[in-house]
C-alpha cells in the first residue's frame, strides 16, 4: 500500500501539464541524439545543463532523464539501417545490419522499439519496489569483484564473435591494447601515445566504433557495387504471430539481465548489450540464427540497453554514487537545484524522487508512441539514392566525432579506424570483439591495480571475497564446460569423417 500511495504521489507530480511538456521534450530530443552518430546524451546533457536554472527542479530533471533513457530508442535505428552504433547500440550491428540487408528493417526497429519498452518496463519496476534496497547492493562489491565482473565480461567473447574463436579472441586483445592508449590512472606516465598530445587522453569509443562500423561499412558499399543502399525490399513493420513470440522471451531476459548491470558502476547499457547477447546467443531456441539476422540479437541487446539506462538511476538517488559520466552530470543538476542525491534523498525530497520515477512510465508510453509509428518515415529517409546519401553520413559522423571533445584531431583517428575496419571486413575479421575489449580492458586494469594494492599485492583476495570467488568459480565452469563441447564436436566430426571414408 505504500509504494501505490508514492506512486499516486509520483503521478500527481509528472502528470501536470508543465511536467508532461518537459517530459516529452527530453524524449523527443533523447530519440533526435540517439538518431544522430556519435551525439550521444552525455554531450547533449551537459550542453543543455545550464538551462536547468531557468527550469523548475522536477521538471529540469525530468527532462534531463528523457533525455537520457530517449537515447537508447533512438540509437538502434542508426545502428540497424547503417551500421553506425552508439556506445550502447554497438551489438545492435550485428544481427539489427543484417536484417536490413536481408529488407527486413521495418521488423528489425519494430523489435528493437517494442524490446525496449519492455526493457524499460521491466526497470521501472525494479526501479518502483527495489530502488532502496538495491542501491546498497553497490556497497558490497569491491575492486577484486568488479575485477572478476570484467573476467566475466570477456567470456563473452565466444558469443559476440561472428567468425572463429581464435579470431574472435584476438580482435579483442586488439581492443584491450587500444585501450591502453593514454595516460596511466595510478602513475601518471604517458603510455602508447607516440609523444602525441591529443592521445594523453587515449582513444575514444566514439572514434572506433564510427571508425569500425560506420565508415568501413560506408567504404564497403561503395567498393561493391551490389550493395548501393542501407536499405532495400518492402517495409513490413507488424511482425507474424511467431516472430512476436520470439521477441518477448528474449526482450524478458535482456531486461533482467540489464536491470542488474545497470544498478553496478561501470556496468550500464554499454556492458549489458554484451551480456544479453551472450545470454541469448547461448540459451535461445534459435541460438543458430544469432549473428546472421536474428530477431532474438536485437531484442536482447534492446531490452537490456533500455533497463541499464533507466536503473542507472538507482545507485545516484539510493546512496549518492554516479555510476558512469551521465550519471554524473545528473548529479549536478541536483547539486545546482540544491539537492544532495543519497539515502536521505527519497525521505527528504519524495515528491521529487517518485514523480521522477513516475515520469518514466509515462516517458516510456511516448517514447513508443514517438518511435513504433515514425518508423515508415524514417526509412523514407534511406530510400535517398546512395550517392547523394554517403556524404551526408560522412558529415554527421564528422560532427559526431568532434561533438565530444571539440577536437579535428578525432576526425582523422575515426577516418584511421575506419580504413582499419574496412581491413577487418575484408579479411572477414568482426569489430564486436574488438569493442569489448577496448570497453573491458581498463576497467579490468584499474579495479585489478586497485585490488592488488589494498591486498599488499596478495592475489587471494580474489578467492576469499565471496562475489568475487563465485564469479571466478563460474568462469572455470564456464571454460571447462567450452572444453568438453569442444571435445565432444571434435569426436562428432572424426566419427563422420570415418564414417565417410569407409
Known sequence: MEVLHNLALGFEVALTWQNLMYCAIG??????????????????????????????????????????????YGDSVSAITMKIPHASSIVACIDGYQMTLKGQ??????????????????????????APMLGEVAYLFGPADYCALMLLGFVCVSFVTTGSLLNGMAMCLIGVLLGQIGTDVNSGAPRFTMNLDFLLDGVGLVSIALGCFGIAEITKNLDNKDERTPFNGKINLIPTWPEFKRIIPSALRGSVIGSFLGIL???????AQFAAYAVDKKVSKYRHEIGSGAIEGVAGQAAADEAAARTSFIPLMSIGIPENAVMALMMAAFIIKGIQ??????????????????SMWVGNVFLITLNVPLVRYWLSVFKIPYAVLFPSILFFCCVG?????????????????????YLFLRLDLDAAPLMLGFILGPMLEENGRRALLLSRGSFEVFFTRPISGSLLGLIMIFILWQLVSFLREAKKSRARLEATTQ
Request: glycine content about 16%; charged content about 0%.
Open 265 to 271: 558502476p561501470g556496468g550500464g547499457p554499454v556492458i
Open 401 to 421: 566525432t568532434y561533438s565530444v571533445n571539440s577536437n579535428l584531431n578525432d576526425i582523422f583517428v575515426t577516418a584511421g579506424f575506419g580504413f582499419i575496419g
Open 341 to 358: 542525491p543519497g539515502p536521505n534523498m527519497i525521505a527528504g525530497h519524495p515528491d521529487l524522487f517518485w514523480g521522477l520515477v513516475a
Open 105 to 130: 528493417t521495418g521488423l528489425a526497429l519494430f523489435t528493437a522499439g517494442v524490446s525496449s519498452f519492455i526493457g524499460g518496463s521491466v526497470a521501472i519496476v525494479v526501479l518502483t519496489f527495489f
Open 27 to 72: 524524449c523527443t530530443v533523447g530519440t533526435l541524439v540517439g538518431l544522430l552518430p556519435g551525439l550521444g546524451p552525455l554531450a547533449t546533457i551537459s550542453i543543455l545543463l545550464p538551462l536547468t536554472y531557468s527550469i523548475p527542479t522536477s521538471g529540469a530533471l525530468i527532462m534531463l532523464a528523457g533525455i537520457y533513457y530517449g537515447a537508447q
